[in-house]
């Protein structure tokens, strides 16, 4: 028989809970609204404190300066086909992993090499993040800066017959410093979105105009929908006459999967016969080209690098022929949206294009073989369809350079009153210490000198979600405990109905199952930093300049807490991610296509182009 209860329930100790439980709360939900099912088209709304935490560089600096102090890197060098360590002249390791052009076939090539270094994380697929320093091995001249409009009251009248003005105040709605450059080379009418700097100012180019203050440049791409491939037609005997169809027993298909190079073809030329179509929102432009008498290489491919990130002159040749032709008949589409606002009144349509500009220039790049064909005496050689650019012109000598205004930094000798704190280095080689400032205000502070060149500043790139705002998934088997997969994407967010528009990630939609990028364009045209950026730079020497955008109280406590524990963890990652050897080309790939300024069409082309 049981116990009769007293009625008042049960007055076990045991189910009574102890004070400091029951006064506990429950787990404690960020404040702002997070969906519980985040699908794509779910959005995150943070609070206004949450997102300024985010978007402080602050943190970034600290963990950058931590890693700094740890020497928390791993340096890459270079690897012979035996992996052995290459040495360099003094025979120290080769520190130079790769040498190439930026610009490559445009007629503007300017020679870059690469070094890296390797970070562990727990956070990637491949337990590792690159960081890559694209170093220019020459300093092009961009023009000269003649005047800096930052004035965001002024009105500034420009040019003559017909004179026009600059409104300060429009510029600083749309978040833009603009400068007159005189003398200005052509070069910089292929390097939007690059890094251009003087001698301590440097900033993100956004636009050009010409002299009208008219756009000096247009782009159009290719649409997915229909792709172009390009067709190039060789004689047949001198292909069966070479000693890699030789060694495959006669058989052409063994050229399937190899590149094919038009010597990275790319032409700058007048406008004349080109087909200009008129749209409502875009206009297009239709070219029909077939050149004979080109020269033609196949090339192998053993590295399973795509072609637009190595030199392509340092790859071995399977044939070549002076006697090639070839067809390429794209479309290309420019949307108006993007250019209209400096014509103001005027309605932009594809005749007044047409009228603006004088030139333009595409490119083939070397391309992926996908069949062959024998055709009489002759061997058709067609590429994997491509998403292509086109870039039209409206050339003049003086151009006004257009700069987001959150882009800017300065660069300065760290020296304080003249006096330099750091250890004297060797009085032949002296490398001094430089002083990094990212905190700059276009509008308030001085930037850009007038009188001085500008040029193409060297810049470091990182393969880490939070530089490129992409996350890059090559599923891992198992994580390091050898059991679980792990979803290494929980910590980033799903692209949402907030991502870019269909235009700017027409590419990148391509390779969706590899990338996914919530980059925004206020993040792709400023100065991109991440902790393991800024490591690198202190150890060039260069100090990056602690931020002034502070994360709240509350966070900086909790972050000081948590960095301890999480260097702790790092270092024992550390260990288990270097032992894996192979550098992983995706991410490899993706951080040099950053380096090389690559659009998005031409860095998903080149992660499509990659075999994994
Ligand atoms: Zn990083």
Same mark, same amino acid.
């Given at each position: 028989?049981?116990?009769?209860?007293?009625?008042?329930?049960?007055?076990?100790?045991?189910?009574?809970?102890?004070?400091?439980?029951?006064?506990?709360?429950?787990?404690?939900?960020?404040?702002?609204?997070?969906?519980?099912?985040?699908?794509?088209?779910?959005?995150?709304?943070?609070?206004?404190?949450?997102?300024?935490?985010?978007?402080?560089?602050?943190?970034?600096?600290?963990?950058?300066?931590?890693?700094?102090?740890?020497?928390?890197?791993?340096?890459?060098?270079?690897?012979?086909?035996?992996?052995?360590?290459?040495?360099?002249?003094?025979?120290?390791?080769?520190?130079?992993?790769?040498?190439?052009?930026?610009?490559?076939?445009?007629?503007?090539?300017?020679?870059?090499?690469?070094?890296?270094?390797?970070?562990?994380?727990?956070?990637?697929?491949?337990?590792?993040?690159?960081?890559?320093?694209?170093?220019?091995?020459?300093?092009?001249?961009?023009?000269?800066?003649?005047?800096?409009?930052?004035?965001?009251?002024?009105?500034?009248?420009?040019?003559?017959?017909?004179?026009?003005?600059?409104?300060?105040?429009?510029?600083?709605?749309?978040?833009?410093?603009?400068?007159?450059?005189?003398?200005?080379?052509?070069?910089?009418?292929?390097?939007?979105?690059?890094?251009?700097?003087?001698?301590?100012?440097?900033?993100?180019?956004?636009?050009?105009?010409?002299?009208?203050?008219?756009?000096?440049?247009?782009?159009?791409?290719?649409?997915?929908?229909?792709?172009?491939?390009?067709?190039?037609?060789?004689?047949?005997?001198?292909?069966?006459?070479?000693?890699?169809?030789?060694?495959?027993?006669?058989?052409?298909?063994?050229?399937?999967?190899?590149?094919?190079?038009?010597?990275?073809?790319?032409?700058?030329?007048?406008?004349?016969?080109?087909?200009?179509?008129?749209?409502?929102?875009? /206009?297009? *432009?239709?070219?029909?080209? !077939?050149? $004979?008498?080109?020269?033609?290489?196949?090339?192998?491919? @053993?590295? %399973?690098?795509?072609?637009?990130?190595?030199?392509?002159?340092?790859?071995?040749?399977?044939?070549?022929?002076?006697?090639?032709?070839?067809?390429?008949?794209?479309?290309?589409?420019?949307?108006?949206?993007?250019?209209?606002?400096?014509?103001?009144?005027?309605?932009?349509?594809?005749?007044?294009?047409?009228?603006?500009?004088?030139?333009?220039?595409?490119?083939?790049?070397?391309?992926?073989?996908?069949?062959?064909?024998?055709?009489?005496?002759?061997?058709?050689?067609?590429?994997?369809?491509?998403?292509?650019?086109?870039?039209?012109?409206?050339?003049?000598?003086?151009?006004?350079?257009?700069?987001?205004?959150?882009? /800017?930094? *300065?660069?300065?000798?760290? !020296?304080? $009153?003249?006096?330099?704190?750091?250890?004297?280095?060797? @009085?032949? %080689?002296?490398?001094?210490?430089?002083?990094?400032?990212?905190?700059?205000?276009?509008?308030?502070?001085?930037?850009?000198?007038?009188?001085?060149?500008?040029?193409?500043?060297?810049?470091?790139?990182?393969?880490?979600?939070?530089?490129?705002?992409?996350?890059?998934?090559?599923?891992?088997?198992?994580?390091?405990?050898?059991?679980?997969?792990?979803?290494?994407?929980?910590?980033?967010?799903?692209?949402?109905?907030?991502?870019?528009?269909?235009?700017?990630?027409?590419?990148?939609?391509?390779?969706?199952?590899?990338?996914?990028?919530?980059?925004?364009?206020?993040?792709?045209?400023?100065?991109?930093?991440?902790?393991?950026?800024?490591?690198?730079?202190?150890?060039?020497?260069?100090?990056?300049?602690?931020?002034?955008?502070?994360?709240?109280?509350?966070?900086?406590?909790?972050?000081?807490?948590?960095?301890?524990?999480?260097?702790?963890?790092?270092?024992?990652?550390?260990?288990?991610?270097?032992?894996?050897?192979?550098?992983?080309?995706?991410?490899?790939?993706?951080?040099?296509?950053?380096?090389?300024?690559?659009?998005?069409?031409?860095?998903?082309?080149?992660?499509?182009?990659?075999?994994?």
């Amino acid at each position: 028989m049981s116990r009769k209860q007293n009625g008042f329930g049960n007055f076990k100790v045991s189910s009574v809970k102890s004070v400091e439980k029951s006064l506990k709360p429950g787990k404690v939900g960020a404040p702002g609204i997070y969906p519980s099912d985040r699908r794509f088209g779910s959005s995150v709304t943070r609070t206004v404190i949450q997102q300024y935490d985010i978007e402080s560089n602050w943190a970034k600096w600290r963990k950058g300066v931590e890693f700094f102090y740890n020497a928390y890197w791993y340096t890459l060098y270079k690897k012979d086909t035996n992996g052995d360590v290459v040495l360099d002249g003094n025979g120290n390791k080769e520190t130079v992993l790769i040498d190439s052009k930026l610009y490559q076939g445009t007629g503007y090539e300017i020679d870059v090499k690469f070094s890296g270094w390797r970070f562990s994380s727990q956070s990637t697929d491949t337990s590792n993040h690159y960081v890559i320093k694209r170093t220019n091995t020459q300093t092009p001249n961009l023009g000269i800066i003649s005047q800096v409009y930052n004035d965001s009251s002024a009105t500034y009248t420009v040019g003559s017959n017909p004179t026009r003005t600059i409104s300060g105040a429009s510029n600083y709605s749309h978040k833009e410093i603009w400068i007159k450059s005189t003398n200005s080379s052509d070069l910089v009418l292929y390097s939007i979105g690059e890094r251009i700097r003087d001698s301590s100012t440097e900033a993100t180019l956004k636009n050009v105009l010409n002299d009208q203050l008219h756009p000096a440049i247009y782009l159009g791409k290719t649409s997915t929908k229909k792709k172009p491939t390009v067709k190039v037609t060789v004689p047949l005997s001198t292909v069966l006459a070479t000693d890699f169809i030789a060694a495959n027993d006669g058989d052409v298909q063994s050229l399937i999967g190899q590149i094919g190079s038009l010597g990275a073809y790319s032409k700058e030329t007048a406008i004349t016969s080109e087909t200009f179509t008129d749209h409502n929102y875009d /206009f297009d *432009i239709t070219l029909d080209v !077939t050149e $004979n008498n080109q020269t033609f290489q196949i090339l192998d491919n @053993p590295l %399973n690098l795509p072609p637009a990130v190595l030199d392509i002159s340092s790859m071995s040749k399977l044939y070549e022929s002076s006697a090639a032709s070839f067809n390429f008949n794209p479309t290309y589409t420019f949307s108006k949206q993007y250019y209209q606002r400096f014509f103001g009144d005027q309605y932009l349509t594809a005749g007044l294009a047409e009228d603006e500009c004088n030139k333009y220039s595409y490119s083939i790049m070397p391309f992926v073989i996908n069949s062959v064909l024998v055709v009489g005496n002759n061997l058709e050689i067609t590429s994997i369809p491509f998403e292509a650019n086109i870039k039209l012109f409206s050339d003049t000598a003086d151009r006004y350079f257009i700069f987001t205004d959150h882009s /800017f930094t *300065i660069k300065s000798l760290d !020296t304080y $009153n003249g006096v330099d704190y750091h250890t004297p280095g060797d @009085p032949a %080689n002296p490398n001094p210490w430089y002083r990094l400032d990212t905190d700059v205000d276009p509008w308030m502070d001085e930037v850009f000198t007038s009188g001085q060149n500008l040029t193409i500043a060297d810049v470091y790139c990182c393969s880490c979600p939070n530089f490129s705002n992409t996350i890059i998934r090559v599923p891992e088997q198992t994580a390091n405990d050898g059991k679980k997969i792990n979803n290494r994407q929980y910590r980033y967010p799903l692209p949402t109905a907030m991502s870019k528009i269909d235009f700017q990630n027409e590419g990148l939609s391509e390779v969706a199952g590899i990338v996914q990028s919530w980059e925004t364009f206020k993040q792709r045209t400023g100065f991109k930093l991440c902790k393991h950026t800024i490591a690198i730079m202190f150890n060039d020497n260069l100090k990056v300049k602690e931020p002034n955008t502070y994360p709240s109280l509350d966070t900086r406590l909790n972050f000081e807490a948590n960095l301890e524990k999480s260097m702790e963890e790092n270092w024992s990652q550390r260990n288990n991610s270097f032992k894996r050897t192979a550098l992983t080309n995706m991410e490899l790939v993706y951080t040099l296509a950053e380096g090389l300024n690559l659009d998005e069409v031409e860095t998903a082309s080149v992660l499509l182009e990659t075999k994994f």
